[in-house]
């Protein structure tokens, strides 16, 4: 059957993924929407399954499948499956594709402590967008310049969450910023909104948030993004004139791979892991101009 992505990705699945799952050996496949889509009049991230029964149980998934339209006839023979558990504790199948990938999955999910450090009320903050960033998540310890018909505003898909120490703010955003939080994102997700629970869940290690390295790390990067950045202007029916302040991520990534090394030693990474994460992704998220506005 055809899903939306919502089927191994959002909590509210997590029954529908046992109904599917109980009676046999699964296998989900996961496909991206852009560059390529698999049907034309679909602008989503959709999920396959099919089920085999047996009185054995087993699940299998790919990773999220991206891909160019003229590469189109490879793309179901290169699909590769990798086994997730099949009893687990989060609402989430894991889009895996490799056997190496299984084994960092595992070190992840040792980690005991998440980034739950939000409080309601706080003057520390750290903005993002819910919505938009295709390849890219940004977030900033002030919030993006928008301005309707020369008004100064706030653009509906920008929200922010507080920190309990003022000290978090910047090795936070170094942490959100990183390619390991990118592919976190990418396997846990369905790629279409960032709701709180997906930063909330983060992994991390406590002593992570409070590395000099990170925190310096985190202004450079704020820093390079602000030089970066530039005033994308639409012309809308309803709303007239927008400005909104666009970021150019992938000219910061050489930032972001000094990012993920700190994180790596965080992690107990290898050598080997910390080149797959420093690399994931990267064909597409380095080689297409995108606006991180998003559609």
């Not at 499948?65 to 989060?90: F, G, M, N, Q």
């Not at 290898?270 to 101009?289: Q, V």
């Amino acid at each position: 059957m055809i899903m939306p992505m919502a089927l191994v990705s959002t909590q509210r699945m997590a029954i529908i993924q046992k109904l599917i799952e109980e009676h046999g050996v699964v296998w989900y496949s996961n496909y991206s929407w852009r560059p390529g889509r698999l049907f034309s009049a679909v602008n989503r991230a959709i999920s396959f399954f099919v089920v085999a029964p047996s009185l054995e149980k087993q699940t299998f998934s790919t990773k999220y499948k991206k891909w160019l339209s003229e590469t189109r006839d490879y793309l179901l023979p290169s699909i590769e499956y990798a086994e997730v558990p099949a009893d687990r504790s989060h609402y989430w199948v894991p889009k895996l594709g490799t056997k190496s990938e299984e084994k960092l999955l595992k070190k992840f999910l040792s980690i005991e402590t998440r980034l739950g450090l939000f409080i309601s009320k706080s003057p520390y903050l750290v903005y993002y967008r819910t919505t938009g960033g295709l390849y890219w998540k940004v977030f900033t310890d002030f919030p993006p310049a928008f301005i309707v018909k020369g008004l100064h505003g706030h653009s509906t898909r920008e929200t922010s969450f507080g920190l309990i120490e003022k000290q978090l703010v910047l090795p936070t955003i170094a942490v959100l910023s990183s390619d390991v939080f990118w592919w976190w994102y990418t396997i846990t997700t369905n790629l279409r909104d960032l709701n709180p629970s997906d930063i909330i869940n983060f992994l991390i290690p406590q002593k992570a948030l409070y590395d000099p390295q990170l925190s310096h790390l985190g202004e450079v990067y704020l820093d390079d993004v602000k030089k970066n950045s530039s005033m994308l202007v639409r012309e809308q029916k309803q709303t007239g004139r927008t400005e909104t302040q666009s970021f150019k991520i992938q000219k910061s990534k050489s930032i972001i791979n000094d990012i993920d090394n700190i994180l790596a030693k965080h992690y107990g990474f290898t050598d080997e892991e910390l080149d797959f994460i420093i690399n994931y992704d990267i064909k597409y998220r380095m080689g297409i101009d995108t606006d991180e506005e998003g559609e």
